[in-house]
Each structure stands twice: as C-alpha cells, then as structure tokens.
C-alpha cells in the first residue's frame, strides 16, 4: 500500500540509488554559484548555509558550484570555488557535511572555462596571465585572443580536473557533477563551431568527444568506482554548426559507460535564453532533448530548464521523459519545495516568476538575491530570526506584497496581526498584471501568500481603508503602512481623456483597448504591456524619451527587448506632448512633431505614492513603519524586503 504522504507525487518522491548511494527523492537542486566567497575562491559561511538550505529544503542532491579545475586560466568569471586551493579544502569539508547531515547527497560541479575564461585585465590584452586557450587558435567577438590548446596543455587541463575530483572526493562529497555544456572548455571541444581541430581531439563526435572521455577516465581513476559523476552537457545549441540534438545522442551513448547520470541542458554561453529559459518561455521547454535522449541510453537522465510545477514534473517523470528534474531557480523562490511535495504542501510553494534577479545580481553586485524570498544569500543570519521578545497587536495596512510580506514575517514571529486592504482582494499592485501570460507566477504567488497568511492566523479584512481613525479605534501597538502608490501621468494637454488607460489597468480594461495602441512610457512596466498587448493582437508602438526598459535588469531586458522589436514599433528618443482624439502628438529625435495613431493610448509613465495617505498615518501608533511602493515606488522585490524587515525589526 503507498504511503499516504507519498501518493500524490510517487514519482518525484521515489528513491533512486545509484550503486552504494539512494537519492532520497528525484528532485535536485541545480548547480548554482554562490557569489559570496572569498578572494582566493573559499566558501564562506554564508555559502555553506546557502547549501545546506537547499539540503535542508529536500533537495535529493544539492550541487556546490562552481568549482574551478584551473584557477589561472580556466575561471569563468570572478567568483568561482578554486579548486587548486589547498585552503579551500575545510570550507568544502564543511559544506558537503552541511548538506549531508539533512539527508542529501552532497555534490559538486567540476568546471574549466577555455576559451571563455574571464580575466580582471581588459578584454584583448595578452600577456602571460591574460591568455585564454581554447580547442582552436581563435578571436573572440570581442577582441579576445584564443590560443589552440596543444596535447601537452590538454594533458594537463585532464591532471587538473582529476585533481581537483580527488579533492572534493577527500572533502567529503558524494558525488560530483562535470560540466560539459554552456560553451565552458568541454563543451567548446565537443561543438564543431569552436572546434576544428585536426588532430585527435577534432573532427568526428568520437574525436570531438576524447577529452570529455579522458576527463573522465582521469576522474574516475581519482574517485573509484562507487562515486557516482553526473555529466552536465547541453544537447543543442543555436544557430549554425554547433551541437544538434542527434550529435547529442550520439555522445550520451558513447559517454554512458563512464557516468551515473546525464544531464541534459541545452545551449551555449551566447544562448542565455536557452540554458535559462525567461520569463516568456514555457515551463519545461527543455525536457524535449532530455526525453530523447533518454530514449537512446540505459542509465538515469535529469532534466533542468523552467521545472518547478510538481503536476509538470510529476508528468515529466511519470511519462518516461526523464528520470530526475534539477531546479535553479525555483529553489531559490522556495528552497523548501522539494518538501512541500512529500508532504502534500504544494499549494504553500512560492513561485519562482523567472525574472533573473537572481542572475542579474550576481553580475551587477556579486550578491544572490530573490525577488520572491527575503531570506536568499542571507541564510545563515535567517536561520537564527528569534521569535518577538514581546508579543504585539500590529496592524498592517495594505495587502501588496510589501504588507503581505510583512504581515507573514510579523506572524510567524508570534505577533497578533490584523491585515487591511481597501480593495476587495489582496494583491496590491501585482493585480495590475492578472492575465498577462508570462506573469503567471505572480497570480500564483498572490494565491500562496494568502494561503500562509491564513494559515499563520492573520486576521484578514478586505474592503478595509486604514485612516487615522482607523487606527485610533484599533490601537495597535505596531503599524506598519504598506499603502501603494498610484499612476503618474505626466502634465501633458489631453492625458485626463477618455482614450487614455493607465498601463496599472491593462488587464482589468482590456475589452476597452482598442486595435492601434501607444504605449506612453518605455520603462519595464511599459515595455511588458506592450508585449502582453501585441501577445493579444493589438497593433503596439512604444514611445519612451530615453532608452528602452532600462530599469529592467541586464539578464530580463535583452529577453524582453528581442521580444519587443519582433512584436511592436519601438520610438526611444520621442518626446509625448499631448493625446488626442487620433493619438499620441510627438517631437521626434530629429525635432519634428509626429502623431502617432492609436485608438487608446497606455499611460505607463511610472507610479507616485500615496504621499498623504501615508503622511497621514505617521505618528498613529507607538511604532510606524513606512513599507514599499507608498515609500517609494520600486521593484516587488523592494516591498517584500522591506515588509520582512520591518517585521523583524519589531
Ligand atoms: C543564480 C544562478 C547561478 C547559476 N550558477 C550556475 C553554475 O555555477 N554552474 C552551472 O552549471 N549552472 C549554473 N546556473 C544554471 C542552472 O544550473 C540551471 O541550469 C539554469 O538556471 C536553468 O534552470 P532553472 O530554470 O531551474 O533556473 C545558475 C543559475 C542561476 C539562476
């Protein structure tokens, strides 16, 4: 008889051993580098407790990354594990035992940049430390130079990538994961764009294939035969002459030998969209090169790319497409999930809404951050949040996310909670985006932040304006104004007609936009109507004084924009001067005035809080706290963090 808590999802909650080691489920966590470690590539504190949060969540095998094979000529990027560190070694000890003591197995991923290897000095400059090797002598797009690896240098990429297996075997790891996708040096070997070596190691799959095989060789001979390797490779890659999925085919049968389990990504380093699929594309778009690859070999496939939906995975598994789902980001959004489907929780896990936050970060300020969870890249201070040293009355005005989040946060620390929204659902400004395909999550999230409030016992009344009065009737010893903003329009003659909608009431007006469209405001906001507008057959034209999108984040905005160009008439540079009945009157770059037909006219031109509202409720209650938009307009991210701080801070 099945076990109860089990039944739902068997299949993402079956074991699956592999030799001496059983997976306690077949959900993992993704490889995913966490940026806070120190200058010579040590994990810190704060990585470990990262880790042992994803172990902690459920995660049958949670992957440390990224770990360098050769510091000085194989690093990727800035922030990588050094493998070659010989005081790296306490810190890996130290994160494969965090990881192990919550019941999952602990590996790590093996990596060697090539010809992407990325140096402080300034793209192009040579000179000893500055040289990147790659299968081919070569010049990057951006002036880099490549030079050809020789047998000797490739001799010894195989030496470091053995050592460096030896070492996370000493540390205490389970397991290991090699990378041989993303255009890293393994997958540069095996593409037959980057590489058209003549000798050996270039030519046929079987050639193009040799160091892969070599590596593992090497590795193996390090970690014996009950450590099982995942091999991380990318079964296509766009545009012309890379990897197709039939030479994918091809290598996974020559290669399954020598491996425990294929991991199926897809893309190279210039595909970004590809080996992390955005917002725009549909959940499990890669499990297609999985399930076929699975089809061709005899031992067990994962999946990764857009996976965090247990019914979608549950079909995945049960369908015979893969064997095991790897999740990134959706971990990052809700570490727990993995937990939350054995114990028949789903309904409590927090979406991850693809937005690359997380990614953009990590390159724009070396730090891991989530949009959707507070506690991301501060794990190890989270995890010791005390319970309220004195239980309060707090009254949170505002059911956005910023007072969702708030409340929740207030709650689960023991607080009595009273949370008021004036409109008759919760959701706040995330309801401006009810019906746009590719927020979905964010319906979603609305739903789940509901459901915990109620579950913590947060008293909920909608329909509820929070005065002055209010609050003097409620006494409460905490208030925390989480009140939101309204759309700004900008001083223009004819912004106030009847054609103009506020790019805040899209969904909700939808039937009333008419067939011709001006976007009045190419911000983000701007820019994703448009893109939902044109998605619904509108004939869509952006107008923005500046450059387009640039407050989205550098990993959304290039997804976005490609998007925007093949689907609406993008104007950067117009200035608006007045609506009227035909349209949208504008000054051209070149200075000319220009109108720009359209049956309703979307005014995205930006949000102002609710100044008086707020102002009004300042010195109302022993302690305010001012939270989110109605502070000061910005990204949900801000008023979810803010509304969790606010709420430690009592
Ligand atoms: C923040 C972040 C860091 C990542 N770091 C790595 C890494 O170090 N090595 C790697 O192979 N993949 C890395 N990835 C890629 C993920 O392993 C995964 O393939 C990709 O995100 C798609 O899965 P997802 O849709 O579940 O996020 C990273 C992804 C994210 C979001």
Redesign the pocket.
């Known amino acids: 008889m099945p076990n109860a808590y089990l039944q739902n999802y068997p299949h993402l909650c079956a074991p699956l051993t592999l030799g001496k080691l059983t997976l306690r489920s077949r959900m993992c966590s ?4 966490f940026p806070d470690l120190t200058e010579d590539g040590c994990l810190t504190e704060g990585a470990i407790a990262f880790y042992e949060n994803r172990a902690r969540g459920g995660a049958a095998i949670v ?1 440390v ?2 770990g360098c094979v050769d510091y000085a000529h194989g690093k990727g990027h800035g922030r ?1 594990i050094n493998l070659q560190n010989p005081g790296v070694l306490a810190g890996l000890t130290n994160a494969a035992r965090a990881i192990r003591r919550h019941g999952a197995a602990a590996s790590i ?1 093996l ?1 060697h940049a090539g010809m992407l290897s990325a140096f402080d000095a300034p793209a192009g400059a040579a000179g000893d430390g500055n040289v990147r090797y790659g299968p081919v002598d070569a010049l990057m797009p951006n002036g880099t130079v490549v030079r050809g690896m020789t047998k000797a240098m490739i001799r010894e990429a195989v030496t470091l990538f053995q050592c460096g297996a030896a070492l996370v075997k000493r540390a205490g790891f389970d397991m290991l ?1 090699l ?1 041989a ?2 255009g890293w040096l393994l997958h540069q070997f095996l593409s037959p764009r980057t590489n058209t070596r003549t000798d050996e190691y270039g030519g046929s799959l079987p050639n193009r294939a040799r160091l892969t095989l070599e590596v593992l060789d090497a590795i193996r001979e390090a970690v014996g035969r009950d450590f099982p390797i995942e091999l ?1 490779f990318s079964a296509m890659e766009l545009g012309e002459g890379g990897m197709t999925l039939e030479s994918a085919v091809e290598f996974a049968k020559l290669i399954q030998d020598k491996v425990q389990i294929l991991h199926v ?1 897809a893309g190279n380093d210039a595909d970004f969209g590809v ?3 955005p917002m725009f594309s549909k959940a499990g778009c890669n499990v297609k090169y999985a399930a076929e690859i699975k089809k061709h070999v005899h031992i067990p496939v994962a999946t ?5 939906d247990p019914e979608l995975m549950e079909e995945i598994l049960s369908t015979g497409k893969a064997d095991l789902v ?7 959004a809700d570490p727990e999930l993995p937990k939350k489907v054995e114990q028949n929780r789903t309904e409590e896990i927090i979406p ?1 809404m ?1 937005c ?1 936050m ?2 953009a970060e ?1 390159m724009l300020t070396q730090t ?1 951050i989530c949009a959707l969870n507070p506690e991301i890249g501060r794990e190890a201070e989270a995890r010791s949040t005390p319970p309220a040293r004195q239980r309060r009355r707090v009254l949170v005005a505002g059911g956005g996310p910023g007072g969702m989040q708030a409340a929740l946060t207030a709650a689960r620390r023991g607080h009595r909670v009273l949370l008021c929204e004036k409109g008759p659902r919760l959701g706040g400004m995330l309801l401006s985006e009810e019906g746009i395909p590719f927020k979905k999550p964010l319906e979603r999230y609305v739903e789940v932040m509901s459901r915990l409030l109620a579950r913590e016992g947060v008293e909920i009344r909608l329909n509820t304006a929070v005065t002055p009065a209010f609050v003097a009737e409620e006494a409460p010893e905490a208030l925390l104004a989480a009140i939101g903003a309204e759309p700004l329009f900008p001083p223009i003659p004819g912004i106030h007609r009847e054609n103009v909608i506020p790019g805040t009431e899209i969904s909700r007006r939808l039937a009333e936009i008419g067939p011709r469209v001006v976007v009045l405001g190419g911000g983000l906001t701007g820019c994703e109507s448009a893109l939902f507008l044109a998605g619904e057959g509108r004939e869509v034209t952006v107008v923005q004084r500046s450059a387009l999108a640039k407050d989205a984040n550098p990993r959304h905005r290039p997804e976005l924009l490609r998007r925007l160009e093949a689907s609406v008439k993008l104007r950067a540079g117009y200035t608006a001067l007045a609506v009227t009945e035909e349209g949208l009157l504008c000054r051209s770059p070149e200075g000319t005035e220009e109108l720009l037909e359209a049956d309703t006219v979307i005014c995205a031109a930006g949000l102002r809080p609710l100044a008086s509202e707020r102002d009004a409720l300042r010195g109302t209650a022993p302690i305010v706290e001012i939270i989110g938009d109605c502070d000061r307009p910005g990204l949900i991210r801000d008023a979810v963090f803010r509304g969790h701080h606010a709420a430690l801070d009592l």
Request: charged share 20%; net charge positive; proline share 5%.
């Open positions: 993704a490889p995913m580098g992957t990354s990224e990588l991923e990596n994961m990378h996708g993303h991380r990504s080996t992390h699929p990764v790319g857009a996976l965090g790897c999740m990134a980001r959706a971990l990052l991850c693809r690359f997380c990614h990590r891991r």
